[in-house]
């Protein structure tokens, strides 16, 4: 297998395909991860210093903080990898590579310019390893927040369930909460920034958000739900590192569960399973309330975590996959509808977009998805104030989860108006639901935190390629998932 992979890899850091191939990585066998490109080669292992193979490091800049502030962003926006930065790329890039049945054979990684729409790609994109892709907002908010402004720091979105969970109740050591098998999780407890002290946590997920473009655009007074927010608390200028990849059920995963890729099982929004041989699709209406069984043993949502600490208390989880253990949640209403379709196959319960009070502009609802995101988040504001009718009966932890979000950003990129309405829309029912913990007069015992799963970045319409014809070219059996992960050998052929 190792002949093959070398050969996949020379295919692929051809400086005929660096426009569309960022980097390519495989584990060593040894604990670590060689990643390569046309410039170079080094093999990275968590708390070494990169050993260059050949040429130059490909991830020499894995600052956090790269293309702040925004002015630094906006001057070289989805720039190439000689300019780019990758945080933490041993530790992201590691985990994605160490399950026996799941993990690839090679990680491809696109380039930020990469436009890819008959694979599934769009005008905003994320997935990608860079700093831009994989920055996520983080916004605390409420009582125990020790900090307030905007911060010139970052944190993990793996620290986010922990941190929950933590504000919720559970007790840890050292900042460390366990697994069900007494292993510490991979985040963890954001401490430094926010302690105990709220009666309720409410974690809302605005899916796609860019980073800074929303926290320019609280600045500059036009999400005056999220500016509520941070007159009470703070905002992480680095916003919160998603896992590689950076996409959808990878990282919301990897937030409510406090672990890895690696150590949860949802490597991607679609790979292969060597055990069952077959290609999983967890990001999918279809799938989506199916989430927890492809979830590996010991691993433990932040809902689980909550009800084994207190017993009896009820969390809530709206607009969210991954559910498992809360007491009511969106996706278990969909499992009792027994529909094959899934959420996909219940459009019809949702409310009418075009009448919307949130909707900024009806000609977005002609964008693919937009139209249907706003349906399922309409619904969502609907179950969430039925949840919090009465402070009583209000879930100890309630996770709110918005799509419109990721579908404003994939149609038009980060600052199109069609993404900042989607920021607009968003924040509009969040204001909704603060009026209403003012209604019941309990702002000031529940803590908020604010985050997404990933960052996104423009795509360029011209920079165009397929690089699976440089596996064909060389004669190459593989199977690429995503696009991205490759799967090499005759088993996987196809």
């Known amino acids: 297998m190792s002949d093959l992979r070398d050969k996949a890899v020379d295919a692929l850091v051809d400086p005929g395909w660096a426009h569309v191939v960022d980097l390519v990585a495989h584990a060593d066998g040894d604990g670590g991860v060689v990643v390569a490109n046309s410039a170079g080669a080094a093999r990275l292992a968590p708390g070494d210093d990169p050993e260059v193979v050949w040429g130059a490091d490909p991830v020499a800049d894995q600052d956090p903080m790269a293309f702040l502030p925004y002015d630094r962003e906006l001057a070289d926006p989805s720039p190439p990898g000689s300019r780019n930065a990758y945080p933490y790329a041993a530790e992201r890039l590691l985990p994605v590579l160490a399950d026996p049945d799941r993990s690839p054979d090679l990680v491809v990684v696109h380039t930020p310019r990469h436009y890819f729409p008959e694979h599934g790609g769009h005008a905003g994109e994320h997935g990608s390893l860079d700093v831009i892709q994989s920055r996520a907002p983080l916004l605390l908010s409420g009582p125990g927040v020790r900090e307030r402004g905007v911060l010139d720091d970052h944190a993990r979105l793996v620290d986010v369930g922990p941190t929950l969970a933590s504000l919720a109740g559970v007790d840890g050591d050292g900042g460390r909460l366990v697994d069900a098998a007494g292993r510490p999780l991979d985040g963890r407890v954001l401490d430094r920034l926010v302690g105990p002290g709220a009666s309720w946590v409410v974690g809302i997920l605005w899916d796609g958000a860019h980073c800074s473009d929303l926290l320019h655009l609280v600045a500059r007074g036009d999400l005056p739900g999220v500016a509520r927010l941070l007159d009470r608390g703070c905002a992480l200028a680095g916003g919160a590192v998603a896992e590689f990849p950076s996409v959808t059920l990878t990282n919301h995963t990897s937030i409510l569960t406090g672990v890895a890729p690696g150590r949860h099982g949802v490597l991607g929004n679609a790979y292969y399973d060597r055990a069952t041989r077959e290609v999983v699709v967890p990001n999918d209406a279809a799938t989506w309330h199916r989430s927890a069984e492809w979830l590996r043993p010991g ?183 995503g696009p991205g992960f490759v799967y090499l050998g005759e088993d996987v052929a196809g």
């Open 299 to 481: 691993v433990a949502t932040v809902f689980e975590q909550v009800s084994a600490a207190r017993p009896g208390v009820s969390t809530a989880c709206v607009n969210e996959a991954v559910d498992r253990g809360a007491t009511w949640s969106t996706m278990s209403l969909i499992r009792g509808y027994g529909v094959p379709g899934g959420a996909g196959g219940l459009d019809h319960l949702l409310p009418d977009p075009t009448t919307s009070p949130y909707l900024s502009s009806r000609d977005h609802l002609t964008y693919a998805g937009y139209a249907w995101a706003t349906q399922v988040d309409d619904a969502g504001v609907e179950h969430l104030l039925e949840l919090w009718e009465r402070p009583a009966e209000a879930p100890t932890l309630t996770w709110w989860s918005h799509v419109v979000t990721d579908a404003g950003h994939h149609a038009g990129g980060p600052r199109s108006r069609v993404a900042r309405d989607s920021l607009t829309d968003a924040d509009r029912r969040l204001q909704v639901f603060l009026d209403h913990l003012d209604g019941l007069g309990v702002t000031d015992d529940v803590v908020v935190l604010l985050t997404a799963d990933h960052g996104c970045e423009a795509a360029d319409s011209r920079v165009r390629g397929d690089w699976d014809d440089a596996l064909r070219a060389e004669g190459l059996p593989f199977r690429d998932v």
